[in-house]
């Protein structure tokens, strides 16, 4: 039933060109096999087992390198058979795409998947808890507040291995919820990008929220939310320009994916690496307390997130575009390629014209999205009831709010 066997496999293809120097080279203790598996969770007969479930991975791995240092990864060219799309027009005009992206995407491997499971194991991500901070810093975030819940509790999470986490490990919350009344929709409007939409994914469907008590993901973080419409009507700078200095990134919503979902930073209401902790559902993304939608990385439904081309996938908050983890000859981009905010500047396609222009992109190492924020005006969020600048947690209780320690 696991549908994410796409991204997976891409990922894994990549895992078995590079995998085998990046496990043995990291001198990482943490064998694939030694997952402590939890005793409640075995119970519920959902075990993680590494090599057999390739449960959800919401960023999957191409580069197997567990570390965010400049590896480069000269043999990582993803899919020989996969043309870079060089025409990855975002139609900001478009009117809302069920059928989102039709540009091809990383090109399934099943074979490879055996054998990367196999032999070499999955990927796994340095955990980014701690790369938060005041000032703007590569690979880290620079948050506007450093205040975050605390908790504690239920801190098992199989997978999760010293300071490693593995993607294609990770538990997901079940279900395959459809949602026919979803829209969004980008146009260009007295100068400004105007979305509108109702917060609900469109060409995805999501996991069943709240959680029910008799999902596997239920012992490890009974999640209490659940999705809800959301009132868009955001306007954006349409062509954005740098500010002297990066700006902080609020908590929450930091951006609009071109299927309507919202984009959150890395980190979830503990200031936690939340793709690393946080439960998500198979298509990579969860609602939050008021019941929005989003993703924190390169959700595996989110198609244009894993084209192999530069590809648009959202829109920030300052209107630059977040484009997805490859440029445009297929290669992963990793934190060492892009700036403190997670960014650069070089040609795109931007409203069907090539410009040079900066832009952000996502990567599947922490902090997977933005690191701060490069555009001279961040639009406050105008959606919903206390749409503002309240983030993940930021209300009573948040995402393992009740659940598990700061760190
Ligand atoms: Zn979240
Ligand atoms: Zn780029």
Redesign the pocket.
Known sequence: MRKAWLPIAAGLLAAVLIGCAAETTTGTTAAPTGVPESPTQSSSGQSAAPTETPTLAPTDAPTAVPTEIPTETPTATPAPTATPAPTATPAPTATPAPTATPVPTATPVPVVLAVADAIIGDPAYLIGDGNVGSSAKNGWIYSCSLEFMSGGGNTTRTWIVGDFWYPARKLASLGEVEWPSAQVSFKISNGRRVISGNGLPVGHTTGTYPLASSDPAYLIDPFPFEISEQVLEISLPLNPTLAATPECLNSGTIGYALTGAQV?NAL?GLGRD?AAW?VLDLCGG?P?ERGKY?Y?TAAACQTAAHTLGHTLTAYALDGFGLFGLYDSQGQELTNADLDECHGHTHDIVWDGAEINSYHYHLTNAYPYTLGCYRGSEVVEQMSGMGGGMMG?GGGMMG?GGQMGPPR
């Open positions: 959150f979830d939340a946080e969860h939050e989003h924190h993940e995402p």
